[in-house]
C-alpha cells in the first residue's frame, strides 16, 4: 500500500478503537478536546485528511466498512499511476491487493534466487556473516595455500569445502556440462538464464541453500 494510505489506514483505524472502547473514557475525552480545538492539531488532521479522502465521518463506519474504504482509495491511487506509466499499463493487477501475492511470494525458494541475483547471500563478504565472520579471501582456500576472492559464485561452483555437497546435490554436474565458461557466466545460467523451468530452478534454490549452509558452518571457526 502506498505510504500516504498505510498512514491513514493505521492513524484513522486507531482513531476508530478510540473512539469505540468502552475501556479507555479519558482517552476518549481527551480526542473529544482535540477534536474541539480543530485542525491544528497534527493527528487531527490527519484523521480529518482521512475523512475527506473517503468521503465519510469515521464514526459512523464500522471498522470493517472504514478497512475497506481507506484500502479502495488506495487502489484507485495505484490504478492512476498505473495508467500514467505506459510500460504498466498492460501488466495484472494483483488478486489480492496489498498482500504478497502467491505468484510472486511463492517460497523461501524465490528468495535464495534473488539473494544469490543480487549477489548478497549474506556470506560475510560485505558484512558480518550470521556467525559474526566478515572476509574478503576465501578462508577455506586460504587453508589450503590458496588466495581466492570470496563472493556467491565461489562458493556455489569452486569452492573445495563444498565440494562434496556440490557432487551430492547434481551442481557439479551442471558445472561439467558448462565447462570452459566463466563463473560468473554459469552462475547465472545457474540462477535461471538458461531458461530453466520453475520446479527445476527450485531445486537449484535448495541446493544452493545446502551449499551456502554448510560453508557457512564449515567455516565459522576459521580465523578472520
Ligand atoms: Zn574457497
Known sequence: MPFKYRIWFKGAVYYWRILNSKKDPILKECVKELQDQGADDPWIKLILETEGEIGTPIEVLKLKELKEKVIERAVIFVLDEKMDHVSLRSQPQPSEWFRLQNHVNDS???MVLNM????NLLLGNRMQNKFGKQWKMCPGCRKIGQDVKQDEGHVILRCPLVSSTRHSTGVEEFINHHQGQSTSIILRKYLGQDRAGMVELRNRAVHIHQLVGQW???TRNFPE
Open 108 to 110: 523461501r525458494c524465490s
Open 116 to 119: 544469490a541475483r543480487s549477489g
Open 216 to 218: 557457512l558452518i564449515r
